[in-house]
């Protein structure tokens, strides 16, 4: 099949019904494809004499990238340490993720891809993708797969099993971790438990893996094809430009038999559909390479799922998933009951007009959102790990006296790597602050208007590199920052007594 064909394909309407063996030729051993139905089918049997139960695929989910940006409707920006928002974009029909150096670390931060994952999710099915490769530099991942999360922000903590598909994913390779490395296209599963903290853990990977190439062995690099994956109970088969190419047993069993909503042997989880590039492996890359290099970028013509008769299968885990939470907000009536608070610090809460006080004019004052993880969970706990990337947080502060400062963090790893909008009352001015294991470093400064007693609005916004602080509406200063890429919010005081109130964390990816 011809690029000009298959780009011919990707515009034709599977949306009616699909016999399984007919359109697809999923479950047919490369026999030839027949055209679609355009009724629903009867109960077709494959050259092989095996008759299938639900035979008929439809379309239940697809986006073309028709339009000029990405379908919120459908979409979430992937939010890592090593993606950017803008290495995102829609447009000419595709989906393009970009893969770039953005700084002269020679680490992941010094480097930035990009994905989306979809907000509805799925189980058994046929799932397709239209993509071109490029033809990498080892290190970069591109990758369509699948998990239980939907990759909003905050992260929800599912505390369950679940299956993570690879349908197909670029893999470095090199002996003993040398380099230089090769990469290969392969795809299979993983399956992953997602713990009281909203951390996967990882329970097996099946091997040996499925690898992606031609009928004639060579490699599918800077070529538009079709990737799918036909996943049931008790198979994977991988099927290349509408011919299925290799099947394999399904190696999932279900973690909990005979339980309650676990009836069957396999283990059906639900699962959010991923189109994702990231830097795995930085030492791949020579440290010459020049900022700003694009390494290619991943293009996505098409991606479907499909159902038997349209119908996704129940998955066999029915407990409802817990949504990611795009906003949060904060009155500290529970006396900050759900956050982190740095031994040494004393805390209080404002009864009358709701919030949180630092009375000390002494030491480093530091809470951050999120309870360490306790098993079982601490009372009060938040329903997700609070972890953002691109983030807004905005609170009230109001400082007591001239002491050092008090302001807002965001992508706090812990209480010595964060950043820091910070008053400055003794200087009358706003600060943006980095700290990297300890050690503070003042990023930009502005003139504030800074009174003792009186109440400002502090606004922190990280998006992709950007930091930016705002006092009292107005924005004061900004500044490009690759150090961190996630992390919790916090609010913090050094040397300085403060109040907290009305605060509010707003996903911005």
């Excluded at 939907?150 to 002996?175: C, K, N, W």
Aim: glycine residues 10%; neutral net charge.
């Amino acid at each position: 099949m011809t690029v000009g064909q298959i780009g011919s394909l990707r515009r034709r309407s599977l949306a009616g019904s699909l016999c399984l063996a007919a359109a697809l030729s999923v479950l047919t051993a490369g026999g030839p494809a027949r055209a679609a139905a355009t009724v629903p089918c009867a109960n077709p049997a494959d050259p092989t004499g095996v008759t299938y139960p639900l035979p008929c695929l439809r379309q239940v989910f697809a986006d073309d990238f028709d339009g000029t940006s990405l379908d919120p409707a459908k979409w979430n920006v992937r939010q890592t340490s090593w993606s950017n928002d803008s290495n995102v974009s829609v447009g000419g029909g595709k989906l393009s993720i970009d893969m770039k150096r953005v700084s002269a670390s020679t680490g992941k931060d010094g480097f930035r891809g990009g994905g989306i994952s979809s907000k509805q999710r799925f189980g058994y099915g046929y799932y397709e993708i239209t993509a071109t490769l490029p033809s990498l530099t080892p290190g970069w991942h591109p990758a369509f797969w699948t998990q239980i999360w939907d990759g909003a922000e905050a992260r929800p903590v599912y505390d369950r099993p679940f299956t993570e598909l690879d349908v197909f994913e670029v893999q470095s390779v090199a002996p003993h971790g040398t380099v230089p490395a090769t990469t290969k296209l392969d795809g299979g599963v993983i399956t992953w438990n997602n713990n009281t903290s909203g951390s996967d853990v990882k329970n097996t990977e099946f091997k040996p893996r499925f690898s992606w190439k031609k009928a004639d062995g060579t490699p599918l690099w800077n070529e538009q094809h079709r990737y799918g994956m036909y996943y049931t109970p008790t198979a994977l088969t991988y099927v290349l430009d509408g011919r299925p190419i290799g099947t394999v047993p399904n190696p999932i069993q279900d973690p909990m038999p005979g339980t309650a909503g676990h009836p069957a042997a396999a283990y059906n989880s639900p699962m959010s559909l991923w189109i994702s590039a990231v830097l795995t492996t930085p030492a791949y890359i020579t440290a010459d390479v020049p900022v700003g290099t694009s390494f290619g970028k991943y293009q996505v013509d098409r991606v479907a799922y499909y159902a038997p008769d349209g119908q996704v299968p129940p998955v066999d885990d029915p407990t409802p998933l817990p949504a990611a939470s795009s906003t949060v907000g904060e009155d500290f009536s529970d006396g900050g009951a759900r956050w982190w608070k740095k031994p040494g610090s004393t805390w209080s809460t404002l009864p009358a007009a709701g919030g949180l006080r630092h009375p000390s004019a002494q030491g480093d004052a530091i809470a951050l959102l999120g309870q360490p993880v306790t098993d079982p969970p601490l009372p009060n706990t938040l329903p997700f790990a609070p972890d953002w990337t691109n983030v807004a947080v905005e609170a009230t502060v109001t400082l007591d006296g001239d002491g050092q400062g008090a302001g807002l963090m965001a992508r706090a790893k812990d209480d010595q790597n964060y950043y820091y909008l910070q008053l400055q009352p003794a200087k009358q001015q706003v600060a943006l602050v980095r700290k990297v294991a300890g050690v503070s470093t003042v990023l930009a400064t502005a003139p504030a208007s800074v009174g003792a007693g009186t109440a400002h609005r502090l606004r922190l916004t990280v998006e992709d590199n950007t930091l930016t602080g705002y006092v009292d509406g107005v924005r004061k200063l900004a500044k490009d920052d690759f150090v961190f890429g996630t992390g919790r919010i916090g609010v913090k005081g050094y040397q300085q007594a403060f109040d907290v109130s009305d605060l509010t964390v707003t996903a911005l990816g």
